[in-house]
């Protein structure tokens, strides 16, 4: 079965036991970028939470304090790449692709992979990057992101 790389959004929804439909049964693997993003958010919430640390916030702290484990100790089964495997193809992706550092990476995560990567919001360039590469993609529909 194919693998599916998941965003920051669709990261937080797996640990947080909301695992969307779509990514059920598959195999899963984020990007460094999107986990520091998410533990970024997740881990320093404040009284007005974005959308990353919003779904955290809003559990009761039983659950919150299960779901920051998860966070912070990634289940195995979650495969998350290095940048020493990674580094290389992104350099040479910078040469067909104007992106910045984090789609970089997941479009050099979703080559390596031969994933196909679930965007929880818009992306244009990376959608097109992934077009391009001949990388299946497509929306996962999140509660609160655009569809």
């Known amino acids: 079965m194919t693998v599916a790389l998941i965003d920051d959004q669709a990261l937080s929804a797996v640990l947080r036991g909301a695992t969307p439909r779509a990514l059920r049964r598959r195999p899963l693997a984020t990007t460094g970028y999107w986990y520091v993003r998410l533990c970024q958010a997740a881990l320093i919430a404040t009284d007005r939470p974005g959308v990353l640390a919003m779904p955290f916030a809003a559990l009761t702290a039983a659950r919150r304090e299960r779901a920051v484990r998860a966070l912070v100790e990634l289940p195995d089964e979650i495969e998350l790449l290095s940048l020493r ?46 077009d391009a590469e001949g990388r299946p993609w497509r929306r996962l529909e999140m509660p609160g992101s655009t569809p």
């Open 85 to 130: 495997r990674l580094g290389p193809v992104v350099g040479r992706l910078r040469s067909r692709h104007a992106l910045n550092v984090l789609s970089s990476e997941a479009l050099a995560a979703a080559i390596t992979l031969e994933a196909e990567t679930f965007l929880s919001a818009p992306s244009p360039k990376l959608e097109a990057a992934l």
